[in-house]
């Protein structure tokens, strides 16, 4: 396969991926800051700290207020993290690819991109929060049903995979460190009612609580949670489920390489066996007494090192 082709099949899910989740994020700092008592004006500020992207914020916004934030995050065109961008991003990729597509994953992704050429802050306010983000979500969703049953099970699919399942990985350890950053300053509430509101909210928001409920029964607890959006291997939006479904992925195209297709790569492999180690062999009671910020980064780090490995390897081309 061209590294061409497998770019941007790359590239298309992880900007699908990133899109989504990105809406995530926001969807969960919204429920956290409902179900919880009043805030200051700067209750949306931690998202930044999040994703890194403070200082791009303050470049052009004078306050992280809901709106500028909301902004920034969904359809600001000089942020290219933006849900907006990002689907932009997508769609380019899905353009270069036509012919390597179905021509309904091209209408749907393609629909959504012109449709997000009409948000703005009044568009947003309208409809609502909720119902936006709950709308957006359905259509994420029937993006990734159109591609799991219209796409071909080739090294296309692997590589598009591949892309999913990195993104998701640091996608999910960044939606934990939303619970991290929003409480920090109020860690003597930590086990309250208002904590345990706030880590339903995070699993909604994952659309992991119903599958949390039917596994751990009604209770939250703090360590189910974290133990199931990291390490359940049979939840699809676990860390474990994503690098298990990036590696048999992996392991395909690296079988390409015996007929000289790929060339192997060592660094790759160890790459992508680190983080799948640390996913492995850790256990939860020891990550939360360890300091679950820092293995949150830990696995950030991790999926960097995968993408420039991987990159190298597979993607890049003049």
Not at 13 to 22: G, I, P
Not at 132 to 155: H, K, M, N, Q, V
Not at 291 to 305: A, K, P, R, S, V
Request: proline share 3%; net charge negative.
């Amino acid at each position: 396969m061209l590294r061409r082709i497998a770019n941007h099949l790359f590239w298309a899910a992880r900007n699908l991926e990133r899109a989504e989740w990105r809406a995530r994020l926001v969807n969960v700092n919204y429920h956290l800051l409902v179900e919880s008592p009043p805030q200051n004006p700067q209750a949306w500020a931690p998202l930044l700290a999040i994703t890194g992207e403070r200082e791009v914020f303050e470049e052009r916004y004078t306050s992280a207020d809901e709106t500028s934030v909301l902004t920034f995050y969904t359809f600001d065109d000089e942020n290219p993290s933006s849900i907006r961008s990002c689907i932009r991003a997508a769609r380019e990729s899905a353009r270069a690819l036509r012919h390597r597509i179905s021509s309904e994953l091209w209408l749907e992704l393609n629909t959504l991109y012109l449709d997000s050429l009409s948000w703005s802050p009044a568009t947003l306010e309208a409809s609502g929060i909720y119902a936006f983000f709950t709308e957006l979500g359905g259509r994420f969703y029937r993006i990734a049903g159109i591609t799991s049953d219209t796409l071909t099970r080739d090294p296309g699919y692997d590589f598009f995979m591949i892309g999913k399942m990195l993104e998701r990985t640091e996608s999910v350890a960044r939606l934990l460190d939303v619970k991290y950053h929003f409480l920090l300053p109020h860690v003597e509430d930590l086990g309250g009612s208002v904590d345990l509101l706030q880590w339903a909210a995070l699993l909604r928001s994952a659309s992991a609580l119903e599958a949390y409920r039917r596994v751990y029964g009604n209770a939250i607890e703090v360590e189910r949670v974290v133990e199931m959006l990291l390490f359940d291997e049979s939840f699809p939006r676990s860390a474990r489920f994503a690098m298990n479904r990036l590696g048999a992925s992996l392991q395909r195209i690296a079988a390409l390489s015996a007929n000289g297709t790929h060339q192997l790569s060592e660094a790759r492999a160890l790459a992508s066996a680190k983080l799948a180690n640390l996913l492995s062999s850790s256990c939860v009671t020891d990550v939360i007494g360890g300091g679950l910020h820092e293995y949150l980064l830990q696995i950030e780090d991790e999926c960097t090192n995968i993408g420039e490995v991987l990159s190298a390897d597979y993607l890049r081309f003049e």
